[in-house]
């Protein structure tokens, strides 16, 4: 495994020349964060697409860790789901970080490959065949109202001066989980419970 390193000097930019000295014929994976854990650095766009690209060129698979994504302060720097962009890559996102709700432990990845998709699956039966159905129940209600959980978060973000740059955010209230995503989602109390039929 080789590193490839964020640096301070440059903004913790990641250089693509750097990566490209480090591959060699035997790299089968690229990981990346991006919106990058700590320091929340996002890639410029042209840079995602040729990270990508030369992955494809050489056969590597990218998996794309997006578990912060829709966290930018400025949402025009968010990147597209490396999914959408390339067929050999995979993107990993979640409820734990963007949203707020590590306690439902529900997450996903979402490739175009379907050999790679269908292989994962079997792995992850083996290791926990099932998710929570309340999590599950709670997800897709937060997931329903994303843009408005997802712009509160961002607002957190922006009114930490400390953590302008960084990624992380005030740890979840102490409240039930189904409290949290009511809150999160801004919903009346009504709504909630209409909501939950
Ligand atoms: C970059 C990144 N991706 C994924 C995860 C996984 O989060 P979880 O297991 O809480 O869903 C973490 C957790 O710290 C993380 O920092």
Redesign the pocket.
């Known amino acids: 495994m080789s590193r490839w390193d964020a640096r301070e000097e440059a903004g913790w930019a990641l250089d693509l020349d750097e990566l490209a000295a480090l591959l060699t014929p035997r790299t089968r994976l690229i990981v990346v964060?991006l919106p990058?854990?700590p320091t929340g650095y996002i890639m410029p766009a042209g840079d995602f697409a040729e990270l990508l690209r030369l992955a494809e060129e050489r056969g590597i698979t990218v998996v794309s860790?997006e578990?912060?994504a829709g966290l930018a302060v400025d949402p025009a720097a968010e990147l597209a789901p490396a999914a959408t962009l390339s067929p050999r890559a995979v993107s990993?996102g979640?409820?734990?970080?963007s949203f707020g709700l590590?306690g439902l432990?529900?997450?996903w990845i979402a490739t175009a490959d379907r050999a790679l998709l269908d292989r994962a699956r079997r792995v992850r039966m083996h290791a926990n065949s099932f998710a929570s159905a309340p999590s599950e129940y709670l997800a897709a209600i937060a997931l329903r109202h994303s843009a408005a959980i997802l712009a509160r978060n961002r607002g957190d973000r922006a009114r930490q001066p400390c953590r302008r740059r960084g990624v992380h955010r005030r740890p979840p209230r102490p409240a039930g989980v189904a409290r949290a995503v009511r809150r999160r989602a801004r919903l009346p109390a009504a709504a909630w419970t209409r909501d939950r039929r």
Do not use: T
């Open positions: 964060i990058h854990n860790d578990i912060y990993l979640g409820l734990s970080k590590p432990r529900v997450g």
